[in-house]
């Protein structure tokens, strides 16, 4: 892999400092190109800084380009480890297909961040609760302003200490149940981490932050009916035992991370259901007392208790506000696995050195 040096390195936060999410960026990031004519060229490692683009590139207007969100964890022994890297390498192929975007080498991507990591090992934060965060991003860079898929790619990685995604760290969060926005719907591209799904949800989140809420739950776009997910975060209820996530419909994001709570559940035993679950069903089980859990899991948001559903202006406590215990086993589990205090036991730990 190529790696073009920067002659002098950024100052890095200081030991303690609230890193907050997404705020500070490394030194280097990898950069791919791709062409009708060469494919997929010119993988490299160089100095992330700013670059020049005409206004006419077809990513500003049509907003083709996809992403992904990933973290490394400085590991016990020094070692780099990432939590099941391969797996958002086959989803961002999936989004890309979904998009247009021709198929990229997930062994070169890997290569790249593989290379990229060991440049950047001192960026990576070392408290609990910290990670360096990855964020992959394919955008259209054809200069162009037909609405047809682009003929140039950028693929892109870069990195960014992290703290907690949430201000408040691990306090249980609120959550607005939306009934008249919808994130997506059949047919259209829920299913896909590409950028006009995030820029769609804008306005419900910013009227549900004005109302004192953390996120919005969303609903199903044809019956608003069914709960679908939060839009950086995948749902799970736990009702009178029954561990329910929604199933994967076509307008959910499949989440890594909900993927591995469903295997860690069913290898512990528990009762898990993949399927649609009302909004109704929520409500009468809070109403009844038998919603003991509710949490959102995420790459950004590891495994986040929920706290209070406002739904129709009725606020519904879960658990009296506070983390159950399957969602303190989830994130104990989770994350012991990711900062290497527990035994990779399914071969999730990508570790680099
Ligand atoms: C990324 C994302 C998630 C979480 O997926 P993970 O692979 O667990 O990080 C959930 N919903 C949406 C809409 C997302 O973009």
């Known amino acids: 892999m190529k790696v073009v040096l920067r002659e002098h390195l950024k100052e890095k936060p200081a030991a303690g400092t609230a890193l907050g999410f997404g705020r500070y960026f490394t030194d280097y990031m990898f950069t791919m190109k791709y062409t009708a004519e060469k494919g997929w060229h010119d993988a490299k490692v160089e100095p992330n800084e700013p670059k020049p683009f005409d206004l006419a590139t077809s990513i500003f207007h049509y907003a083709q380009g996809i992403f992904e969100g990933m973290k490394a964890f400085l590991q016990p022994d020094g070692s780099i480890g990432v939590f099941r890297p391969e797996e958002n390498w086959a989803r961002m192929n999936r989004s890309a297909e979904r998009m247009c975007i021709p198929r990229f080498p997930e062994e070169v991507a890997q290569e790249g961040l593989e290379t990229l990591l060991k440049l950047e090992k001192d960026w990576i934060p070392n408290e609990r609760g910290t990670a360096l965060y990855i964020r992959p991003t394919i955008v259209a860079t054809r200069v162009m302003l037909g609405v047809h898929a682009s003929t140039e790619y950028l693929f892109f990685i870069i990195l960014s200490p992290v703290g907690s995604y949430y201000a408040h760290g691990l306090e249980p969060t609120k959550l607005l149940v939306e009934d008249y926005y ?120 590891v495994i986040s208790p929920v706290g209070l559903i406002r739904y129709q202006n009725k606020d519904y406590s879960v658990n009296g506000g506070k983390m159950g215990a399957i969602t303190k086993m989830l994130y104990d589990t989770v994350t012991g696995i990711q900062y290497g205090e527990l035994p990779d036991e399914y071969g999730w730990r990508k570790i680099i050195r």
């Open 182 to 301: 919808v994130r997506s719907s059949l047919g259209g591209t829920g299913e896909a981490k590409c950028l006009g799904n995030y820029a769609a949800s804008m306005k419900a989140g910013e009227l549900a932050e004005e109302k004192g809420f953390d996120q919005v739950l969303w609903l199903d776009a044809n019956e608003k009916k069914y709960v679908e997910e939060v839009g950086s975060m995948n749902m799970f209820f736990v009702i009178g035992g029954e561990v329910i996530t929604p199933a994967l419909v076509g307008s959910i994001l499949p989440g890594i991370t909900r993927k591995s709570c469903l295997h860690i559940l069913r290898e512990k035993g528990y009762r898990v259901s993949e399927r649609r679950i009302s909004i109704d069903e929520v409500v009468a089980a809070a109403e009844n007392g038998t919603l003991e859990e509710a949490f959102g899991t995420g790459t950004a948001a």
